[in-house]
C-alpha cells in the first residue's frame, strides 16, 4: 500500500513521476511499443504510425491552446508549412533529412511569428480566426509559389536515409515517429513543470495576474505561437513523409479541427490528455468498423448505399456519448478513477 | 407480510418531528459532497423561522456558501450533490426541485461575490430579477427597489459592470427583491462595502424584515454586525454546526467574544498585540 | 459603373446569405455562450427540406417556406433537447466539441438521406432574372437581401427590448446567477437554437434558391463564421453586416485584383478590421475589472 | 499461394471516396465495379471461384486512402485492387501498391503519373486530363476559328493539368486567350470570376470546374446575358448536370473516353446493369460506373485467363498481355511491355437539354 | 528618508469619469500603510496604475528610484511591487503550490531549451523555488490545502493563497486589496499578523486598501483616503479618525466613534 505523499527531499517534490508502479507501466508501454513494429501487420503499424505522428502534432497544439490557451482553428497551417519545408529541403534542394527536419520545425515557427503578432491584441475566437485565416492563406501562397512548391502538383518525398540507417521500411519509419513522439512528450512534460510552462498556464488563467507577476505576455504568447509551431511543423514533415506525397489537397482544413477535438476528448490542457486523445480518436474509426462489422451482412442488405455514412455517423455519436459523460475529457475520467481510489470509502 | 411492508417503510420515511408551524426553511441532517469525494457539510440541521433574520456564521470554507446554493438547487452546476437529509420550505421537501422553481416558491439568495449581469444596464439587471414575475409586479417592486436605493435610479442606464463595488452590491439585492421573494437569502452582503454603504444595506435588512415582513438567512463574516440584528445565530465550522442560540445569548459567550468579535476578557484588544495566529477553538476540543 | 455596381449587387446578393448563416451564430452565442460548429450542416438540412416539401408535397413558395421553417423550428427543438441540454453546465470546451460530433453526424445524415448529386430548388419564383438598368439579378437576390435587412432590424429590437431577449443575454452573461434569478436557462436557451435555425435556415434556402443545393454546401459555415467574428460574436446586428461586407470585399477582389483571390481578401480584410477594432466592429469588448 | 484467393473465392479490394461531396464519383465507380462482378459471379465466377468485392472509404483524405488501401491488403488480404479514389489520393499510395505488388487496374482519376514510369503491377485505364483537354480544345478550335479565349481551373492538380493541355493548344494553334480565371476548390460563388469572363470578351470558354462549380457558372453566365460556347470535361459529364443548368446549358460540349448513355452503347450498358443493382445504386449510376465497370472487366479476364490457380505473377503477365478486350463502354483496351496505360480513344459530345442528355457529335 | 513609492499628481481618466484626480502621496520604506475610501472612490484604480494593470492619463509614480513610466508593465513585479487582486485573480485551474511558483517567476532564468532538457540550472532552479515556496505555504499556514486545485476552494482561501504567491514575488513593495474582506475576526487577526511579521520579518514595504476599520486603525502607520478620485486626508489613524470630512465622506457618523470608542478601550 502506497503510504502517500511523504518526501524526504525537494528534488522528489519537483520530479516528472514520483512513483514506481507508473516508473513501471511507462517502462512495460515502451518496451511494448519497441516490440510493435515487429508483431503487427503493415495495416496495424500504419495505424500506429498515424497516431505517433498525430500525438506528435497534437502535442504541438497542447503548447498553444491547452497550456496558453490561445485557441487555433488554423494550424493545420503549420503542418503543411512544415511538410513542404522538409519536402523543399530535401526532395528539392537535397539537403540531409536531418536539416530538413530541422526545417520543417524552423520555417513554421518563423511563420508562427507573423501569425502570433495579433495574439497581442485579439483574444479567444477573434484570435483563432486569425489562425484560421492564416491556414488559408499559407494554402494559396504554396499554390503561388510555383517555383518553389510546384504549386498544385505537389512534391513526391522518400523515406529519408540517416546516420546510416533507411527509414524507407514500415518498421524503421516508426521507430522515427515513435523516437521523435517520445521526446516531444518529454520536451512538453518538461515545459509544463517549468517555469515558462507555468508562464504559459497563467496566461491562460488570468493574464492580468500574469503580467502582474512579471510575465511578459508578448514575449510569452509568441513563445507559445513558436514552440507550438515547431512541433507541429515537424509532425507536418513526418505527416508528409508518411504520405510520401506532400501537397496542399493532403492537408485538409478538417486536420485543424481533428486536432481540437484529440485536446478537447484526451482532456484539455494535458499533455497526457493529447495522446490518450489521439489514440481515442485514432481508433474511434476501427472501433465503429468493428461495431458495424458485427451488424455486416444485416447492413449491408439494408443499406445498400448508406453503411458508410452510417458509420461516420456513429463516430460523431460516439463522441458526443463520450463527451457527455466524461466533459473532462480522458484525463478527467483518469482522475476521478484515481481520487475513487485514494478517496475510498472517503478521506478528508 | 407484502401488504404491511410498504406501509412500514413509508411510515419509516416521515420525520418524527413535525415542522414547526412558523419554521419557514428547515435543513434537516444535511450532508453534501463535491465532485463525489469532498464533504462540504457534514450534517447540518438549521431552522429559519418565519419574519425572522437567521445569522449563519462561520470561518473560511466552513460551507457556508455551500449551504445557500443548496437551498437555491444550483449545487449541481458545481457537481456537488446532496447525500442525506432534506431542505424544507414550507413543510414541503424542495430539494429536489430546479432553481427557477424554486425561486417562483420565493427563495431567492445574493450570491457571494455580487455577480451581477456585467454587460447588463442596472435596469435590465432589474428586469431580470423580475423575471418570473409580470410585467405589472415587476414595475411596482422596480419603483420599491428604486425607492430603496435611490442610488441604483440615477445610474440606471449605466452598464452594471462598471460600477464599484458598493453600488453592484445594492443593485445585486436589488434584483433579488425583484422576485418577491418570502426569503432571502444574502452571502456576505456587506463584502467589500465602506462602512458607509454597510450601514445602509443592514439598515435596509432590518427595514425588509419589519415593513415587508421578508425572512432573512444572513451569511456574514461580519459577525457584530449581523448579531446587531439577527435574532438567532448559528455558527458552522469545517461542516458542521458547532454552536447556535439567540443572537444575544451568542454574542455574551466567551468563545465567540474572542473568536468572531475580537473582545477578550480585557475588552477589545488592537491587532497589533495579536500574537499566536493559529488557537484551537474551544468547541472543537 | 455598371461593371462596379454588378460587383456589389453580387457582393451583397451572397453576402447577405452568409450574413443570415453569421446571425444564426451569433444568436446561438450571444445567448448559450457557444460556437455552433453544426451552424453549416443545420443550415443545409433546412434547405434540403425545403427541396424536399418542394419536389414531393408542392412548389408553391408559402407551402415551402412555412414548411422549411418549421423543419428548422423543430430541428433546432430537437437538438437543443437532445444534445445540448444535457451538456448543460459543463465545461464550454466540451459542449463545443459536442457540436463538432454534431456536425459529423448531421453531414452524414445528409448524405444518408439524400443522394451526393446537386439539385435545384424550385419553388416557382426566385429564379427569374431581372435587369436593374443593366444589372442582371436574380430575384432571389433582391429578395435575400431585403430579408437579411429586415431580420437585421427585427433582432436588434428583440434583443435589446423584449424581456426574454434580455435574458437570452444575462444566461450567456451568467448561467448560474441567471438561475438564481429564476430564470430557465433550459427554456432559453431552446429558444435560442431555434431561433438560429430559423435565421440561418432561410440563408439556406435562399442559397438553394440561387446557387442548387449541393453535399458541399455545409461549407457555407465556415464562410459565415468569419463574417460572425467580423461582426462581433456577441453582435447579431454586426454579424448580419459583416456577412455583407465580406460578400462585398470578395467580389471586389474577385473582380479587380483576380479571380483566386476572393477568399484571401476576406480573411486579409477581416485581420485588418480587427486590428483596428479587437472585437468585431459591432461586438463588445469584455468588461475586465480587477 | 497468393493472398486472397480460397477455393470458393476470390477477394478484390477497392478504395474510393464514398462519402462527402466526392461520392458522386466514387459510389458510381464502385457500382461499376459491383456491375462487372456481378455479372461474373452470375455467369459462375471465374473458373469456379465467386468474386467478394471489398469496399473502404477513404471520405477523400489521402492519409486515409493509404490506411484503407492498407488494410484491405493487409488485413483483407485482397488478391487484387481495383478503382482507388481521386488523382492526389491515387499517388499516394502508389509506393504502397507498388511494394506491395498486388495487381491493381487503376479507373478513377487517370492522371501521368500512375503510368510515368510504368510500374510493373499497376495498370492505368482511360485517358490523360491533357489530351482530353488537347482534343477538345482542337475541336473547338477549328469549329470556331479565330475567336476570342476563356478558361476558368481549380486551384489543385486536376486545375493545373487541364490547364498544361489548353496552354499547349494555345501555343499550336496561336489561340487569342483574353481570360484565364483560377478559383478556390469549393468556391460556390462565380458572380465576379463570370463578369470578368464577360467584360473580357471570350467567345469561347472552357469551364474547368467539376459538377456543381460548372453549373453556377453558366447560370452565372445566363443572368449576365452571355452565352459563349462552352466545352467541359468529364469529370463533369454528368446527365443531371444538365437539368440543373437549364437553358444556359444547352449545346455546351464535352470530351471523353467512355460512351454517352444516350447512345447505343450506353443504353445497353444500362440495360445490363438494372437487374445487377439495387434501385438505390442504379440511380448513382454515372459515367464514372462505366470506367470501374471497364476496369472490372479487364482484371477479371486477366484473372481468369491464369485458369485453376491464378496467382499475382500470372495476373500481371496477363493483364500485360492484355489486348483490344472490348467492354461496351469505352473503344477496347489494350495493354503492352512496359505500357500500363490504355491510352482510350476520346469522342466529343454535345449536351441537348431537351433530353437531358449527353450526344456523340460527328 | 526617501520614499520607496512616490506619487505626483496622479490621474486616470475612464471616458468621461474621473477615476483618480491628481493624487500625491509617498510610502517610506518599512511602513504600513493604508488606503480607504468610499466604493467607487479610485483605489483599485490607484493600485492597478501602481502595479502596471493601468497606465495612468497623467502623472507620475516613482518607485525606488525609478520612474515607472520608463519601464514596460511586467518589468513591475522585477523592480520589486507585488499585489494582491481584490476580486481574485487566481490561476484557477492550477495547484496551489503551481499558484505560489508561478509568483517566482521573476528569479527564475531558465528558457524552453533549458526547461526542455530539464537538468542542470532548470532542476536547481526549480528545486529551491520549490523550497522558498514551502516556506511561504509553511508562514501562512495553508499547508493543508497545498495541492488542492484552486478554483475549488473558498473564498477566504483563495485570498491566503493570493497573498502567499505575492509574497513569493519576493516584492519591495506589497499592495495589498482588501485582503481581510470576507474574513471574520479570527481570520482578520491572523492576517493582521502577518502584515506585522511580513514587514518586521521579511522587510516588505505594505500599502493596502481596506474597509475593514479595525485592521486599518490598529496596524497602519499611515493612512490616506480617498474620495470621487481625490485624496481628502493623510495622516495617522488618530488623525484620521477625528478628520470631520472623512467621518462624513466614508466612516459614517456612529461608525467612527464606536472605532473610536473601543480601540480607546484598548488603549486603557
Ligand atoms: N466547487 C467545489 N468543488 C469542490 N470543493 C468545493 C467547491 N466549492 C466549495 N468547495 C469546498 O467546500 C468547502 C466549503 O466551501 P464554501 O464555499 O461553502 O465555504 P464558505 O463557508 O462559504 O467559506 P467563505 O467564507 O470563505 O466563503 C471548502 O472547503 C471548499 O474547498
Ligand atoms: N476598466 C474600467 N473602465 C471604466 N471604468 C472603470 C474601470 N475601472 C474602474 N472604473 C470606474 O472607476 C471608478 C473607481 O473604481 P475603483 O475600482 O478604483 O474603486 P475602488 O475605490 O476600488 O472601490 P471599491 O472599494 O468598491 O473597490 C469606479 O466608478 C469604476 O466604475
Ligand atoms: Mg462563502
Ligand atoms: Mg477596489
Not at chain 4, 470506367?291 to 472490372?296: E, I, P, R, S, V
Request: with cysteine; net charge neutral; aromatic share 8%.
Amino acid at each position: 500500500m502506497r503510504t502517500g505523499d511523504y518526501k524526504q527531499t525537494y528534488g522528489e517534490l519537483v520530479a516528472l513521476v514520483d512513483s514506481p508502479p507508473v516508473w513501471l507501466w511507462s517502462a512495460v508501454l515502451v518496451l511494448a511499443l519497441i516490440a510493435a513494429p515487429h508483431v503487427l501487420n503493415s495495416y496495424a503499424l500504419s495505424l500506429l504510425t498515424v497516431i505517433l505522428i498525430t500525438a506528435t502534432g497534437a502535442l504541438g497544439l497542447n503548447i498553444l491552446t491547452g497550456y496558453t490557451g490561445l485557441i487555433s482553428l488554423g494550424h493545420v497551417g503549420f503542418l503543411v508549412t512544415g511538410a513542404y519545408a522538409y519536402a523543399v529541403l530535401v526532395a528539392k534542394y537535397q539537403m540531409h533529412p536531418l536539416i530538413g527536419l530541422l526545417g520543417a520545425g524552423v520555417v513554421p515557427a518563423a511563420a508562427s511569428l507573423v501569425v502570433g503578432a495579433p495574439s497581442l491584441r485579439l483574444k479567444g475566437l477573434y484570435l483563432a480566426i486569425t489562425t484560421l485565416a492564416f491556414s488559408f492563406i499559407i494554402n494559396t501562397a504554396i499554390l503561388e509559389m510555383r517555383w518553389l512548391t510546384n504549386g498544385a502538383r505537389g512534391i513526391s518525398v522518400q523515406r529519408p536515409q540517416m546516420f546510416g540507417v533507411s527509414f524507407d521500411g514500415d518498421a524503421a519509419f516508426t521507430y522515427l515517429c515513435l523516437a521523435i513522439a517520445t521526446l516531444t512528450l518529454f520536451a512538453t512534460l518538461n515545459i509544463r513543470r517549468s517555469r515558462v510552462g507555468r508562464a504559459f498556464v497563467a496566461i491562460r488563467d488570468n493574464d492580468t495576474a500574469a503580467r502582474v507577476m512579471g510575465i511578459n505576455l508578448h514575449a510569452y504568447k509568441l513563445l507559445a505561437f513558436v514552440t507550438s509551431a515547431f512541433i507541429t511543423g515537424i509532425a507536418g514533415a513526418l505527416y508528409g513523409l508518411y504520405l510520401s506525397f506532400v501537397s496542399v489537397e493532403g492537408f485538409p482544413f478538417l486536420l485543424s479541427i481533428e486536432a481540437l477535438a484529440i485536446l478537447i476528448v484526451g482532456g484539455l490542457g494535458s499533455a497526457l490528455g493529447a495522446v490518450l486523445g489521439t489514440i481515442l480518436i485514432g481508433l474511434l474509426p476501427e472501433a465503429t468498423r468493428i461495431i458495424l462489422g458485427l451488424f455486416s451482412a444485416q447492413m449491408d442488405a439494408l443499406f445498400t448505399t448508406g453503411a458508410q455514412e452510417l458509420k461516420s455517423m456513429l463516430y460523431g455519436l460516439v463522441i458526443i456519448l463520450f463527451l457527455r459523460f466524461q466533459p473532462r475529457g480522458l484525463v478527467g475520467a483518469w482522475h476521478d478513477i484515481r481520487r475513487t481510489w485514494v478517496h475510498w470509502p472517503l478521506r478528508y | 407480510m407484502p401488504t404491511t411492508l410498504p406501509t412500514s417503510t413509508h411510515a419509516a420515511a416521515t420525520p418524527q418531528a413535525v415542522p414547526e408551524r412558523d419554521c419557514l426553511l428547515e435543513f434537516r441532517n444535511i450532508r453534501i459532497l463535491y465532485d463525489n469525494a469532498i464533504e462540504a457539510i457534514r450534517d447540518v440541521s438549521i431552522a429559519v423561522p418565519d419574519g425572522g433574520i437567521v445569522a449563519l456564521l462561520g470561518s473560511n470554507g466552513a460551507g457556508k456558501s455551500t449551504l445557500l446554493k443548496a437551498m437555491s438547487g444550483i449545487l449541481y452546476t458545481e457537481e456537488g450533490v446532496i447525500e442525506n437529509g432534506s431542505i424544507r420550505f414550507r413543510g414541503e421537501d424542495v430539494h429536489h426541485l430546479g432553481p427557477d422553481e424554486l425561486v417562483r416558491r420565493g427563495i431567492v439568495q445574493v450570491p457571494e461575490g455580487r455577480r451581477v449581469f456585467a454587460a447588463l444596464t442596472i435596469d435590465e439587471n432589474l428586469q431580470m430579477g423580475g423575471y418570473t414575475r409580470t410585467n405589472a409586479e415587476a414595475r411596482e417592486r422596480r419603483d420599491r427597489v428604486f425607492a430603496l436605493f435611490p442610488r441604483l435610479h440615477e445610474r440606471r442606464d449605466q452598464i452594471a459592470g462598471y460600477m464599484s463595488g458598493g453600488e453592484q452590491q445594492m443593485l445585486a439585492i436589488g434584483r433579488a427583491l425583484m422576485t418577491d421573494p418570502a426569503l432571502l437569502a444574502l452571502d456576505e452582503p456587506s463584502l467589500g462595502l465602506a462602512p458607509l454603504i454597510i450601514d445602509r444595506i443592514y439598515e435596509v435588512i432590518v427595514r425588509l424584515r419589519d415593513e415587508l415582513k421578508m425572512t432573512v438567512l444572513l451569511v456574514e463574516q461580519n459577525a457584530q454586525r449581523a448579531l446587531d440584528i439577527a435574532d438567532y445565530g448559528y455558527i458552522l465550522e469545517t461542516g458542521r454546526v458547532v454552536l447556535d442560540g439567540p443572537s444575544k445569548k451568542l454574542v455574551a459567550n466567551e468563545d465567540v467574544q474572542e473568536f468572531y468579535l475580537g473582545i477578550s476578557a480585557s475588552g477589545r484588544k488592537s491587532l497589533r498585540d495579536v500574537k499566536h495566529y493559529k488557537r484551537r477553538k474551544r468547541w472543537l476540543s | 459603373m455598371q461593371y462596379l455596381l454588378q460587383l456589389l449587387i453580387s457582393g451583397l446578393a451572397i453576402g447577405a446569405i452568409y450574413g443570415l448563416i453569421a446571425m444564426g451564430f451569433a444568436v446561438i452565442y450571444k445567448s448559450t455562450g457557444l460556437v455552433n460548429f453544426a451552424q453549416g450542416e443545420m443550415t443545409m438540412i433546412t434547405a434540403y427540406v425545403a427541396w424536399t416539401i418542394s419536389t414531393t408535397v408542392s412548389g408553391n413558395v408559402f407551402v415551402v417556406a412555412i414548411g422549411a421553417i418549421l423543419a428548422a423550428v423543430v430541428l433546432g427543438l430537437v437538438i437543443e433537447r437532445v444534445v445540448m441540454r444535457p451538456m448543460l453546465g459543463e465545461p464550454v470546451f466540451a459542449t463545443v466539441m459536442v457540436t463538432i460530433g454534431l456536425a459529423v453526424i448531421l453531414r452524414s445524415a445528409i448524405n444518408f438521406i439524400w443522394d451526393a448529386y446537386p439539385h435545384g430548388l424550385d419553388v416557382g419564383m426566385g429564379r427569374g432574372i431581372a435587369h436593374l438598368g443593366g444589372i442582371g439579378v436574380r430575384t432571389g437576390q433582391i429578395a435575400v437581401i431585403v430579408t437579411l435587412l429586415l431580420l437585421l432590424a427585427a433582432i436588434w429590437a428583440f434583443f435589446r427590448y423584449s424581456k426574454i431577449g434580455v435574458a437570452m443575454r444575462a444566461v450567456a452573461a451568467d448561467d448560474r446567477t441567471a438561475l438564481l434569478m429564476g430564470i430557465s436557462a433550459k427554456k432559453v436557451h431552446a429558444l435560442a437554437w431555434a431561433a438560429s435555425s430559423v435565421i440561418s435556415g432561410i440563408g439556406g434556402v435562399f442559397f438553394a434558391l440561387s446557387y442548387d443545393l449541393s453535399p458541399a454546401m455545409f461549407q457555407l459555415g465556415l464562410k459565415a463564421f468569419p463574417a460572425t467574428i467580423l461582426g462581433g460574436l456577441d453582435a447579431v446586428l454586426g454579424s448580419g453586416l459583416g456577412g455583407l461586407l465580406i460578400g462585398i470585399t470578395e467580389n471586389l477582389a474577385g473582380g479587380y485584383i483576380g479571380s483566386g483571390t476572393k477568399e484571401v481578401a476576406g480573411f486579409a480584410m477581416i485581420i485588418v478590421v480587427l486590428m483596428v477594432r479587437p472585437f468585431g466592429i459591432f461586438g463588445e469588448r469584455d468588461i475586465e475589472r480587477v | 499461394a497468393d493472398p486472397g484467393i480460397t477455393d470458393t473465392e476470390i477477394l478484390i479490394g477497392d478504395v474510393e471516396p464514398l462519402t462527402g461531396p466526392p461520392a458522386l464519383l466514387g459510389v458510381a465507380a464502385s457500382i461499376g465495379h459491383k456491375i462487372a462482378i456481378a455479372e461474373t459471379n452470375a455467369a459462375g465466377g471465374i473458373n469456379g471461384r465467386k468474386i467478394k468485392y471489398v469496399l473502404e472509404d477513404d471520405g477523400y483524405v489521402t492519409a486515409r486512402t493509404i490506411q484503407g488501401v492498407k488494410k484491405v491488403i493487409d488485413v483483407d488480404k485482397v488478391f487484387a485492387m481495383l478503382g482507388i479514389s481521386g488523382s492526389g489520393q491515387s499517388i499516394a499510395v502508389m509506393p504502397v501498391l507498388e511494394k506491395a505488388g498486388i495487381p491493381t487496374v487503376i479507373d478513377v482519376a487517370p492522371v501521368k503519373f500512375l503510368w510515368e514510369p510504368p510500374r510493373k503491377n499497376v495498370f492505368v485505364i482511360g485517358q490523360s486530363y491533357e489530351e482530353g483537354i488537347i482534343h477538345l480544345v482542337n475541336y473547338l478550335a477549328d469549329k470556331n476559328p479565330g475567336k476570342k479565349w476563356g478558361l476558368i481551373t481549380q486551384d489543385d492538380d486536376y486545375g493545373v493539368t487541364v490547364r498544361d493541355g489548353f496552354d499547349s493548344v494555345v501555343k499550336a494553334k496561336k489561340l487569342n486567350v483574353v481570360y484565364s480565371g483560377n478559383y478556390k476548390k469549393g468556391q460556390q460563388d462565380f458572380s465576379s470570376d463570370m463578369l470578368q469572363l464577360k467584360e473580357s470578351g471570350a467567345e469561347v470558354f472552357l469551364a474547368g470546374g467539376i459538377i456543381a462549380e460548372n453549373i453556377a457558372m453558366m447560370k452565372e453566365l445566363e443572368k449576365l446575358g452571355v452565352k459563349p460556347v462552352t466545352g467541359i470535361f468529364w469529370p463533369g459529364r454528368i446527365e443531371p448536370v444538365l437539368k440543373l443548368m437549364g437553358p444556359a446549358g444547352d449545346g455546351i460540349y464535352a470530351v471523353d473516353y467512355v460512351e454517352p448513355f444516350a447512345g447505343a452503347a450506353g443504353k445497353a450498358f444500362l440495360d445490363k446493369a438494372k437487374p445487377l443493382v439495387s434501385e438505390a445504386e442504379f440511380k448513382g449510376i454515372n459515367r464514372y460506373t462505366m470506367t470501374g465497370y471497364a476496369a472490372a472487366k479487364v482484371l477479371i479476364a486477366a484473372i481468369e485467363r491464369c485458369g485453376k490457380e491464378p496467382s499475382w505473377a500470372c495476373t500481371i503477365a496477363e493483364l500485360e498481355k492484355t489486348k483490344d478486350v472490348a467492354t461496351g463502354v469505352m473503344a477496347p483496351i489494350s495493354f503492352g511491355p512496359g505500357v500500363r496505360f490504355s491510352n482510350q480513344k476520346l469522342q466529343i459530345m454535345q449536351a441537348d437539354t431537351a433530353t437531358l442528355s449527353f450526344k456523340p457529335v460527328n | 528618508m526617501t520614499a520607496l513609492l512616490a506619487i505626483e499628481n496622479l490621474s486616470k481618466r475612464f471616458g468621461g469619469l474621473q477615476a483618480v484626480a491628481d493624487v500625491s502621496l509617498q510610502v517610506a520604506p518599512g511602513e504600513i500603510c493604508s488606503v480607504i475610501g468610499p466604493n467607487g472612490a479610485g483605489k483599485t484604480t490607484l493600485f492597478n496604475m501602481i502595479s502596471g494593470v493601468l497606465r495612468p492619463s497623467s502623472g507620475s509614480i516613482g518607485f525606488d528610484g525609478i520612474d515607472l513610466a520608463t519601464i514596460p508593465p511586467w518589468r513591475f513585479a522585477a523592480a520589486g511591487i507585488g499585489r494582491t487582486f481584490q476580486n481574485l485573480a487566481l490561476f484557477k485551474h492550477g495547484t496551489v503550490v503551481e499558484n505560489i511558483l508561478t509568483g517566482r517567476h521573476t528569479h527564475l532564468r531558465s528558457t524552453v531549451l533549458d526547461a526542455v532538457l530539464w537538468f542542470g540550472r532548470t532542476r536547481r532552479e526549480e528545486i529551491s523555488a520549490r523550497q522558498r515556496v514551502e516556506h511561504i505555504i509553511e508562514f501562512l499556514e495553508i499547508e493543508h490545502i497545498r495541492d488542492a486545485v484552486v478554483g475549488t476552494l473558498s473564498y477566504g482561501q483563495q485570498k491566503r493563497v493570493e497573498l502567499a504567491r505575492a509574497l513569493a514575488c519576493e516584492p519591495k513593495l506589497l499592495l495589498l486589496d482588501e485582503m481581510v474582506s470576507g474574513m471574520n475576526q479570527e481570520e482578520t487577526e491572523d492576517i493582521a499578523r502577518f502584515v506585522l511579521d511580513i514587514r518586521d520579518e521579511l522587510g516588505i514595504t505594505v500599502l493596502m486598501i481596506e474597509h475593514e476599520m479595525r485592521i486599518v486603525m490598529d496596524i497602519s502607520d499611515r493612512v490616506h483616503v480617498l474620495n470621487f478620485g481625490r485624496k481628502i486626508a493623510e495622516g495617522t489613524p488618530d488623525d484620521i479618525r477625528r478628520d470631520p470630512a472623512v467621518a462624513e465622506a466614508y466612516l459614517g457618523g456612529n461608525r467612527a466613534a464606536t472605532t473610536a470608542r473601543t480601540t480607546t478601550g484598548a488603549d486603557a
